[in-house]
């Protein structure tokens, strides 16, 4: 190819390309962008016509250099190589020394440009694996506020750059302009960490969390979101006096105790940025130590990032007992089934709000909330990147949440309850396992650990759970509260999420052998319900319970949910006022339900023989109705 041939070549190109060449440089203009770099120069007619239609400055990158393997009609023999080099060069000496020609591949030049640049176009390798790099190199080289663009997004011959531009900005929640040429842009904004913290009872330890969140990890924009989860001591007024000395701090009450998951859950709904830190209100940070988080997770594809080491220690963090350390660089969904030291286990980490929202936000109602978040995490797709050297404070020894929880709880069990969330994705030989091992498969993880049936076709975001698999997780809960766990303490709310530790009156209430109105459910009911102010009667059937509630106690107020709606006249008619016909369950909109023909009362999510018919109905969590009918509290949920 002779120089000729090249500039007719050129021409030919740009008859195609030039479309796109239009679209940068008005945006540099306005914005007043003045150093900018170009990932793919070619023939050089679009950096031609930056620097023709600005006053920017323009590293211009291209290794003019064949790839062996590499698919691309641009890919010439290095011979053709030298002499396109040769007429891009004479193309832009014009410009004098606005126009920087770097024959250097794109992670090379990143060595032969200082200080950041106001705008970045990437029109070089188009694989996906080259376009990821190319973003990965230059992205941290841009200025808040400055331009980051490209070619060929939506292109059906490059599908790699819209998957791989979509995934990495999409964590951000930041907008992808694009234009029918292919052209794509996104603004970098400044990106700011909502650090969340949920409070209860932890009136020593807080303000030492809260002040290492100001010693040299809070930076301007940022803020703290202290959730106070209806503390009894003195949390309340610490946090206040915190808040008068940091105004980035911001304070919610909750009316009722919810839990650590729940107030979690309150606080990011509360978050103002992106990016989202949690810290335990009896951990301490290390000086320095979050930006380096932050670093980890913008400047790479993750949407989670964790310290490597916790640091243990009981009064002073200069006192250290022992540490635990993630091994791995990454964890995914086989990696995090694999052992108990997983980053979901402290659940003091990094994590963009988007990832939240996609994989299902925190579980409550149980106090393994940070395991069982990182869980949904990394079953929706998404890894935890591992900072290497780094580490967080954390303390132990005392009556924390988690040694509260832990004394009256099966791990292992409540574990289980997650896991089965997501049952269609284990194998059946570890199902088997699981459910003959429910109380000791946590503890056995590292001799035992969970395989997936496959985990190669999970992408960010594709949440794996199922209804199918939260049913059967429910069911399973249930059975296990009622025929294993359930022991009921005379005097206390009760609640199907709680295990309380007394056994004294555990075979006197056996629910085995409930054959009468003289024993069993109705022996509960009787004994227990005069005392009661809140009943939920879930799936009620024809509504004799409920009925009986009302019997015992004519001021208990009784609500009954029940999805079957032939049922719904029968219950009514035993005098109960308030009677919803939904299906609650794990999460509020439309469920479809299979009604047996031959038993009304038998209705399922996942029972379908010839003998059902299928019905939508509404269905609802117990949050959400919670929520909309003002209810702080239910003194007992009856589950059938």
């Known amino acids: 190819m002779n120089y000729s041939d090249i500039k007719s070549h050129a021409m030919e190109a740009e008859k195609v390309w030039g479309e796109a060449y239009d679209i940068l440089w008005p945006l540099i203009k306005k914005k007043n962008l003045r150093v900018g770099a170009e990932i ?78 106001d705008f970045v176009y990437i029109d070089g390798d188009h ?44 964590r951000f929640n930041w907008e992808i302009h694009s234009h029918p040429s292919g052209v794509w842009w996104v603004l970098k904004k400044p990106l700011n960490i909502s650090y969340i913290m949920p409070a209860f009872n932890c009136e020593k330890t807080i303000r030492s969390s809260v002040e290492s969140i100001y010693d040299g990890n809070h930076s301007d924009g940022d803020e703290l979101i202290i959730v106070n989860d209806s503390s009894t001591d003195s949390t309340k007024q610490v946090i206040s006096q915190l808040s008068q000395k940091h105004k980035s701090i911001k304070i919610v009450d909750h009316k009722y105790h919810k839990g650590g998951g729940a107030a979690r859950n309150t606080a990011v709904e509360q978050a103002a940025n992106e990016i989202v830190f949690c810290l335990d209100s009896d951990n301490i940070l290390e000086k320095q130590s979050v930006p380096g988080l932050k670093k980890l997770l913008i400047n790479t594809s993750t949407d989670i990032a964790s310290f490597q080491k916790l640091k243990y220690f009981k009064n002073k ?48 109602h149980t106090f393994l909330d940070t395991w069982g978040f990182g869980l949904r995490q990394v079953m929706s797709g998404y890894s935890i990147a591992i900072l290497p050297n780094s580490h967080y404070y954390h303390r132990y020894g005392y009556e924390s949440y988690w040694v509260r929880e832990s004394k009256n709880n099966n791990m292992s069990i409540r574990a289980l309850t997650l896991l089965l969330e997501y049952s269609q994705h284990l194998s059946k030989q570890d199902m088997r396992y699981l459910l003959r091992n429910k109380e000791t498969w946590l503890d056995k993880l590292d001799k035992h650990p969970i395989h997936l049936k496959s985990n190669k076709d999970v992408n960010p975001g594709e949440v794996k759970s199922s209804f199918l698999g939260k049913t059967y997780t429910a069911l399973v809960s249930t059975f296990m509260k009622i025929f294993n766990i359930l022991q009921i303490k005379y005097g206390q709310k009760i609640d199907i999420n709680e295990e309380a ?73 035993k005098g109960l006022k308030k009677v919803f016909n939904y299906a609650v369950g794990s999460k509020t909109g439309k469920e479809t339900i299979n009604i047996n023909l031959n038993d009304d009362t038998q209705s399922s999510a996942f029972r379908l023989n010839q003998n059902t018919l299928s019905k939508s109905i509404r269905s609802i969590t117990l949050d959400d109705f919670t929520t909309k009918h003002q209810i702080d509290h239910i003194d007992y949920k009856f589950l059938t």
Request: neutral net charge; contains cysteine.
């Open 501 to 573: 530790s007394d056994t004294s009156s555990q075979k006197e209430l056996n629910w085995d052998n409930c054959d009468s109105k003289s024993n069993g459910e109705f022996s509960i009911l009787n004994q227990y319900a005069s005392s009661w102010t809140v009943f939920f009667d879930i799936g009620s059937n024809h509504g004799e319970y409920a009925a009986e509630i009302i019997k015992v106690n004519k001021k208990c107020k009784v609500y009954c949910f029940e999805p079957n709606v032939h049922l719904i006249s029968d219950i009514k008619a």
């Open 317 to 364: 963090i200069s006192e250290v007992d022992h540490e635990w350390k993630f091994e791995k660089n990454t964890y995914d969904a086989s990696q995090y089934l694999a052992g108990q030291k997983v980053p979901g286990a402290s659940g003091n980490y990094l994590f963009t709000k988007k990832s939240w929202i996609l994989s299902g936000r925190y579980p409550e």
């Open 127 to 170: 694989s996906e694996k080259g376009v990821r790099e190319d973003i990965l190199n230059w992205f941290p080289r841009l200025s808040d506020n400055g331009i980051i663009a490209g070619h060929d997004y939506g292109h059906p011959n490059f599908p790699g750059v819209k998957k791989v531009v979509d995934a990495f900005f999409g």
């Open 40 to 117: 793919g120069v070619a023939f050089g007619g679009h950096s031609e016509r930056i620097l023709s239609k600005t006053r920017a400055t323009l590293y211009c990158i291209d290794p003019y250099k064949h790839f062996d393997g590499y698919d691309d009609a641009m890919n010439m023999e290095n011979h053709e190589f030298n002499r396109l080099y040769k007429y891009t060069k004479q193309r832009l000496e014009k410009f004098g020394n606005r126009a920087i020609l770097i024959r250097k591949t794109s992670n090379e030049a990143t060595n032969y440009i200082n200080g950041l640049l």
